[in-house]
């Protein structure tokens, strides 16, 4: 007797493009005799895109087909739809006739709204849903204060975090790669639409940069040699190997967090554990995300929706094209113009002064950042900004601002860096081109004046 709960199931990939290690997938092959995979380019997503040559679809798309290959070597294939996640879904688990539908969660408003209404519509179809917790290590109501209530602050959610954490929690998710769908039993799917007719253009990706599950191995193979040193890098945008370079593949799924746990706890180095700490961090901001929704849309802080801005359009204008005079500042800027990543230090810095200096909303600057990064993320990126601009939750206090000449003697001292982006500093030495800074006659500001403007727009607002 069969202990299988279902004859046929469907996998819904979205945000965990993988086969190894998937949570939704390991369950749905436990419980199901056959097993068919889909991915849904979503229109409602793609839409709201300005580029037709964004990056993050290229790397989705190029990440799509290598699934696909790799369920083809299994016998099997992907299926691939354009559209409505709504419509297409229920209709692949009713052609498949399907008993249930399995996928991981998601915790954006899009996506809880999406997911329960493609749950409703499968129910009524008497098809089961399943959903799981894979995209982080602890979700939302999984770390709490002792109240029952969620945390605020990042340290005190760390340590209970810390103090939860098992081996379970991090397991491998096994899945089983002898009962996928037969290719020939998926003879009515239409074969893979070309980039071109899900709507877009190719983008060019950083030589580095390799899509997909092999792209995300061979750049865990090579961070694991860099690890130990992360905690004296991480920090120094020059050092190549400073950083993990993993953000776009956790972000797409195309390796899992609990992989990158299973490797600090293998070696708990110095470096192993502030990586993961900056996992913890991962974690909390999408609990934020999930357990206060406002945020999306607003400050967490809600007092701080108040603030009038006092920075101009043709100011922010300068910043996104790294034209501000200040050198840290324009070199990250152009970095993410050209690869569509920026050093985390730098995220930091060139937030802080859009912020403080040119005193622009934190909101024009975090949608800039969500249509340029590739490996954008709604809670880390909304989560970063809100810090910067202390209008999130464990924010820096408003009134510590950061000076951007400090900041490049302390994290780009010689300049190489800044002169790799900023080319036409390249025959200054680095003390003049620190200097700039703040002697700078073509600045776009001066920082000592701002910081004073700032620091009376803050308060104006909260007192």
């Not at 950083?243 to 490797?263: A, D, K």
Request: net charge positive; charged share 25%.
């Amino acid at each position: 007797m069969s202990l299988k709960k279902h004859g046929r199931s469907l996998v819904w990939l979205r945000r965990d493009l993988r086969l190894e290690d998937n949570t939704a997938l390991s369950k749905a092959c436990a419980e199901s005799k056959q097993v068919a995979v889909v991915f849904v380019f979503d229109l409602n997503i793609l839409r709201r895109l300005k580029s037709r040559s964004d990056r993050r679809v290229t790397f989705i798309y190029d990440s799509v087909v290598e699934l696909d290959l790799q369920l083809r070597k299994l016998g099997s294939r992907l299926i691939v739809v354009t559209g409505d996640p709504e419509i297409e879904v229920p209709k692949v688990a009713k052609r498949l006739n399907a008993g249930a539908v399995y996928f991981n969660e998601d915790y954006e408003p899009y996506a809880k709204k999406r997911d329960t209404s493609v749950r409703t519509l499968l129910q009524s179809a008497s098809i089961e849903c399943h959903q799981f917790k894979d995209h982080v290590i602890f979700s939302g109501a999984d770390v709490t204060k002792s109240d029952g209530s969620p945390y605020k602050v990042f340290t005190p959610y760390k340590n209970a975090w810390l103090k939860k954490l098992s081996a379970l929690d991090y397991s491998l998710k096994r899945v089983d790669g002898k009962n996928f769908v037969p290719a020939k039993s998926l003879s009515f799917v239409s074969p893979m639409p070309s980039l071109e007719e899900v709507g877009f253009e190719r983008a060019s990706l950083a030589r580095a940069l390799k899509p997909g599950r092999k792209g995300a191995l061979k750049n865990l193979k090579n961070w694991i040699d860099d690890l130990p040193k992360y905690h004296t890098s991480r920090d120094f945008p020059s050092l190549e190997d400073g950083t993990s370079g993993l953000s776009v593949h956790l972000r797409f799924g195309t390796i899992s967090v609990r992989e990158c746990v299973r490797i600090v706890q293998a070696k708990p180095t110095p470096g192993a554990r502030v990586w993961l700490s900056e996992l913890v961090w991962r974690d909390f901001y999408q609990m934020i995300l999930d357990q206060f929704p406002h945020v999306a849309t607003g400050s967490f802080k809600k007092e701080y929706d108040k603030i009038k801005w006092l920075g101009s359009e043709a100011q922010f204008k300068r910043w996104c094209e790294g034209r501000t005079g200040f050198p840290i500042v324009d070199a990250g800027m152009r970095q993410l113009n050209a690869t569509g990543w920026m050093h985390n230090r730098l995220r930091m810095i060139t937030a802080s002064f859009l912020v403080k200096d040119l005193l622009v909303n934190w909101r024009k600057g975090e949608s800039y950042f969500a249509e340029n990064l590739l490996d954008f993320d709604l809670a880390a990126n909304n989560g970063g900004w809100q810090w910067c601009a202390s209008t999130g939750c464990d924010a820096q206090p408003y009134f510590r601002i950061f000076n951007p000449m400090l900041q490049s003697q302390k994290f780009d001292p010689e300049c190489e860096f800044i002169k790799k982006w900023v080319p036409e500093l390249k025959s200054l030495s680095p003390k003049e081109i620190h200097l700039l800074a703040s002697e700078n006659p073509k600045a776009i500001v001066s920082h000592s004046e701002q910081k004073i403007l700032a620091l009376r727009m803050y308060r104006a607002a909260v007192k």
